[in-house]
Nanobody, 116 residues
Framework: VQLQASGGGLVQPGGSLRLSCAASGSIFRIDDMGWYRQPPGKQRELVAR???????TYADSVKGRFTISRDNAKNTMYLQMNSLKPEDTDVYYC???????????WGKGTLVTVSS
């Protein structure tokens, strides 16, 4: 499974961005998908996750501002980020998970910078 994240960039506080994660390869292996970020000096943390059944989970810090979705026909996951704050600045990583083998797949990150 290969994951390609895109959509990062520079945005002012209060602005919006939409991240995309395109999956290729053995995509039939993918169950759940998610977005993570890694603040400096900290462990990688969950931002949002969407299960194969469509159940979504969000970090408390992004609830009400971010929306995760997936288009299985296009093998693509999205993260709509609204009302962005400077503390959302980070590299965002795309993740795919296969339940049967408990395997995580990671894409290269995309940088989001929220600054005036």
């Amino acid at each position: 499974v290969q994951l390609q994240a895109s959509g990062g960039g520079l945005v002012q506080p209060g602005g919006s961005l939409r991240l995309s994660c395109a999956a290729s390869g053995s995509i039939f292996r993918i169950d759940d998908m998610g977005w993570y970020r890694q603040p400096p000096g900290k462990q990688r943390e969950l931002v949002a996750r969407i299960s194969a059944e469509g159940t979504t989970t969000y970090a408390d810090s992004v609830k009400g501002r971010f929306t995760i979705s997936r288009d299985n026909a296009k093998n693509t996951m999205y993260l709509q980020m609204n009302s962005l704050k400077p503390e959302d600045t980070d590299v965002y990583y795309c993740n795919a998970f296969r339940r049967r083998t408990v395997t995580n797949y990671w894409g290269k990150g995309t940088l989001v910078t929220v600054s005036s």
